[in-house]
């Protein structure tokens, strides 16, 4: 098992482009979610998913989008990129209370 | 909403001493609580939980106990070593697979 795998490891955007971060996990896991790690802050949830086809936000979903077609994958998407969005980027995906993380995506938007 | 207090770091140990670190919580009902660690350059990974009241959880020589009458889960290891150098997080969640919610985050840092 690959376990929940993120890419790309490390993004730089200019303010206002868009992109994906991919989440992908291969434990057949129902729910799955993404947070932001920023220094001093912990960990926030951005969104979540109980299964395929549903989403639902976090405590910080402004300026993201995801959805959930199958079970397998969990895109982000930045629509347009701003500065206050650099952060290391977590996408985890959970069995039985237990959250597997993936290894991060840190983006830089300038 | 429910929430999850961990002591400011960063803390630095020396090899072999005893390690502390506090969490406390509010929340309603009965969550189960968690510790995950983060090594350097890494993703977030379980390192023990507690579902109820009394319970302890326990690995690597880590310990917590879940203390309902002080809302705490305190991670404890008797003697921490280099390699436990770390961002360690209190986290909780309500019920099945909901949400966590995280504390801050307590960074340690152990030096030979």
């Known amino acids: 098992n690959a376990g929940v795998t993120q890419t790309p490891k490390f993004q730089v955007l200019k303010t206002g482009q868009s992109m994906t971060l991919q989440c992908a996990q291969d434990?057949?896991?129902?729910?799955m979610s993404w947070y932001r790690q920023d220094p001093g802050m912990g960990l926030r949830l951005i969104h979540y998913?109980?299964?395929?086809?549903?989403?639902d936000q976090g405590e910080v979903p402004n300026g993201y989008n995801v959805s959930r077609s199958t079970t397998e994958d969990f895109p982000l998407r930045l629509l347009s990129a701003a500065p206050s969005q650099t952060s290391v980027y977590f996408c985890a995906s959970s069995y039985q209370e237990t959250q597997y993380f993936g290894p991060g995506t840190r983006l830089l938007v300038l | 909403g429910d929430s999850v207090t961990q002591m400011e770091g960063p803390v630095t140990l020396s090899e072999e001493a005893f390690l502390t670190i506090n969490c406390t919580y509010t929340a309603t009902g009965y969550p189960s609580l968690f510790w995950y660690v983060q090594y350097p350059g890494e993703g977030l990974q379980l390192l023990l939980k507690?579902?109820?009241?009394?319970d302890k959880g326990s690995n690597k020589g880590f310990e917590a106990t879940y203390r309902k009458e002080t809302t705490s889960f305190h991670l404890e290891k008797g003697s921490v070593q280099v390699s436990d150098s770390a961002v360690y997080f209190c986290?909780?969640?309500?019920?099945?697979?909901?949400?966590?919610?995280f504390g801050k985050g307590t960074r340690l840092s152990v030096i030979a």
């Open positions: 434990m057949n896991h129902e729910y």
């Open positions: 986290a909780l969640t309500q019920w099945g697979n909901t949400p966590l919610v």
């Open positions: 998913s109980v299964g395929a086809g549903i989403t």
């Open positions: 507690a579902t109820k009241a009394d």
